[in-house]
């Protein structure tokens, strides 16, 4: 089993930032790739961001590059997502995810998800 824990989320204003934050425990977290996901009222999970198993790739969603940073911190098993220059169309619940090596971007991919943490972005 791999647990995952999402925090961080909140309200904020258009053009502030926040920085969430996954904590993993059980099975080993420096083994797996990570993403983040997000999911509006009324809409499907979209992804968000991904990286590697060791940290030297990173993909991102048109939506959020060169706002959002993905990184991980294996001794800490600590997964984080830095938003900055944020939109009302990035309020959403945002979810920390595990699968194999090779996952990247599509959401059947990943086989750990954590519960969410909302994010609101107000105008």
């Known amino acids: 089993q791999l647990q995952l824990v999402e925090s961080g989320g909140g309200l904020v204003q258009a053009g502030g930032s926040l920085r969430l934050s996954c904590a993993a425990s059980?099975?080993?977290?420096?083994?797996?790739?990570m993403g983040w996901f997000r999911q509006a009222p009324g809409k499907d999970r979209e992804f968000v961001a991904h990286?590697?198993?060791?940290?030297?790739?990173?993909y991102y969603a048109d939506s959020v590059k060169g706002r959002f940073t993905i990184a991980r911190d294996n001794a800490k098993n600590t997964l984080y997502l830095q938003m900055n220059s944020l939109k009302p169309e990035d309020t959403a619940v945002y979810y920390c995810?595990?699968?194999?090596?090779?996952?990247?971007?599509?959401?059947?991919?990943?086989?750990?998800w954590g519960q969410g943490t909302q994010v609101t972005v107000s105008s």
């Open positions: 995810a595990a699968g194999p090596k090779y996952a990247d971007w599509t959401i059947s991919e990943y086989n750990y």
């Open positions: 059980g099975r080993t977290f420096s083994t797996h790739a």
């Open positions: 990286i590697s198993w060791t940290g030297g790739r990173t």
